[in-house]
């Protein structure tokens, strides 16, 4: 990071300056989604008291809606980033199209990404909490990758990821930190304040994306790199 966590703060609050009525739409709209399939999930799984089954509820459904949820995530990991993406350079969008873009824009890359990037972080953490969270920092410009170019697939994203936040994740830890106050806050509004701390807090760590990405972005090469090599680097 070039500039003091304070500027990335500052920077993204002019830049959602005006902008807020739509990004609360997108926030409001998906949450809503979300929250469907997760009650739907829950409302059909066991039920215990006691430590005692009292109801078995319904595995299948349980099994359906949760791979749908996924699936609905995967879609909405690249919409949101995409989002940023245009806030962050002052670019206009349309709420619904900008939800429709994580699932139509390769969407199976997508869906391949999001579940590697939460493989790989999960078997990190099985080590250790701590080796988790670092792999979680490392792997978090995958998704902004494969949104500014588009040819790269998901695995490929994730290494690429790994390359370019070496260095700044310490640095994108302590702005992530430096939130932590208004996330506590937002428990007293029953997490209203959410709907402007996530848009302020998403916004400047994009910003830092950005930064990063240009300061280190190579050209893509047109040679798909082998299997193997790219499982090695990335697990390493």
């Keep these: 990071m070039k500039e003091l966590r304070s500027f990335y703060r500052e920077e993204a609050q002019r830049k959602l300056t005006g902008r807020y009525g739509e990004v609360i739409l997108y926030l409001i709209l998906t ?26 509820g319904i595995p299948g459904l349980v099994t359906l809606f949760s791979a749908l949820g996924f699936l609905l995530s995967a879609g909405l990991a690249y919409s949101v980033q995409s989002l940023f993406i245009d806030i962050s350079n002052n670019e206009e969008f ?63 994203a994730i290494t690429r990821s790994k390359t370019m936040m070496d260095g700044h994740k310490m640095d994108l830890f302590l702005l992530d930190l430096s939130y932590i106050g208004w996330y506590l806050l937002s428990l007293l509004t029953f997490g209203i304040l959410l709907l402007w701390v996530v848009p302020r807090h998403q916004t400047a ?24 090599d790219i499982f090695g680097d990335t697990l390493i």
Excluded at 95 to 116: A, C, H, P, Q
Excluded at 205 to 228: A, H, M, Q, S
């Design 31 to 56: 949450g809503i989604a979300t929250g469907i399939l997760t009650s739907l999930t829950a409302s059909f799984r066991p039920e215990y008291q006691g430590g005692v089954m009292v109801d078995q």
């Design 94 to 156: 349309n709420v619904w199209e900008k939800i429709k873009s994580g699932f139509v824009n390769d969407y199976g890359r997508n869906i391949v990404l999001v579940f590697m990037q939460g493989l790989f972080t999960f078997l990190w953490a099985l080590l250790l909490i701590i080796p988790g969270i670092i792999k979680a920092y490392a792997y978090s410009m995958s998704m902004y990758i494969a949104i500014k170019e588009p040819r790269v697939q998901g695995i490929e």
């Design 205 to 228: 760590r994009t910003l830092v994306f950005n930064e990063i990405y240009y300061d280190g972005v190579e050209p893509v090469k047109e040679e798909k790199p082998e299997e193997d």
